[in-house]
């Protein structure tokens, strides 16, 4: 459900290319959110989980070719952890579940970006990277003091690593209470991403965006793209779904 393959992945990217969709930046969306920005054209955001290492070998060659912007939430813990190895860049990655256990054994480096490979992908200025905590913690069962530490801390080392302001975090498995809204505006977070299905309309709560979880299909992929850029047709499509 949360995995797609580097050839039905490009299949959805290119239909975006030719299809004349904008691909949005953060800065982008919340201009439009905040009603600073009027966009014409279909738009969308393209959001990656985790920094896993196939975003590089795969995702990343095919956003260069069609010029897709998109977003990237890192794990700071498992990005220190794989920056302390030498890079090696494979022919091919692990399954997401093979890679899972991996983490598990800490060896991370196999399969999760490290800062070399994020800085290069960040100079491309295509690809955006922010905060998706600093050990990948459900943030709906943690106190005051950790949520501090996962939220504070992924932020300042984003910031330091890319020499960059870290203002956006998505929470990991979708996890958190008002509590951890709270925190995150206290740590100076100006929009959050959640696992909500649905779309995003000027007005929508900064901090709680909305994203649509992509199908390891481009015939899938086409026809949502088709209904949720389609004011009437997403109202619709979304009421049905909420229904059911």
């Known amino acids: 459900m949360v995995t797609v393959t580097p050839d039905v992945f490009e299949g959805q990217m290119e239909y975006l290319h030719k299809s ?3 691909t ?25 989980d985790d920094g896993w290492l196939d975003n590089y070998i795969y995702a990343f060659p095919v956003l260069k070719k069609y010029k897709i912007n998109a977003t990237i939430f890192v794990i700071t813990d498992r990005t220190e952890r794989a920056s302390k190895n030498k890079t ?9 579940n093979e890679s899972k256990l991996l983490i598990e054994k800490n060896e991370d480096y196999r399969v999760v970006l490290n800062w070399e490979l994020i800085k290069e992908m960040a100079d491309s200025s295509l690809v955006e990277f922010y905060s998706h905590t600093k050990s990948h913690a459900r943030c709906n069962g943690l106190s005051e003091n950790e949520l501090l530490e996962e939220l504070g801390e992924s932020k300042k080392t ?6 960059k302001p870290c203002p956006y975090l998505c929470w990991p498995y979708g996890k958190h209470n008002e509590t ?3 925190i995150a505006r206290t ?14 309309k000027q007005n929508s709560n900064p901090f709680a965006i909305k994203r649509i979880v992509v199908k390891d299909s481009v015939a899938w992929f086409k026809k949502r793209m088709l209904i949720y850029t389609n004011t009437i047709l997403s109202k619709i499509y ?3 779904k909420k229904s059911e």
């Open 238 to 240: 979304l009421k049905i």
């Open 20 to 22: 004349g969709y904008r």
């Open 187 to 200: 740590a100076n977070y100006r929009a959050i991403f959640t696992t909500k299905h649905g779309v995003v």
């Open 88 to 96: 090696v860049i494979p022919a091919s990655v692990p399954t997401h």
């Open 24 to 48: 949005l930046k953060i800065n982008e969306l919340l201009d439009f959110i905040n009603g600073k920005l009027t966009i014409k054209e279909k738009s969308v955001v393209v959001t990656f």
């Open 158 to 163: 984003i910031e330091e690593k890319l020499n």
């Open 180 to 182: 951890a809204v709270e």
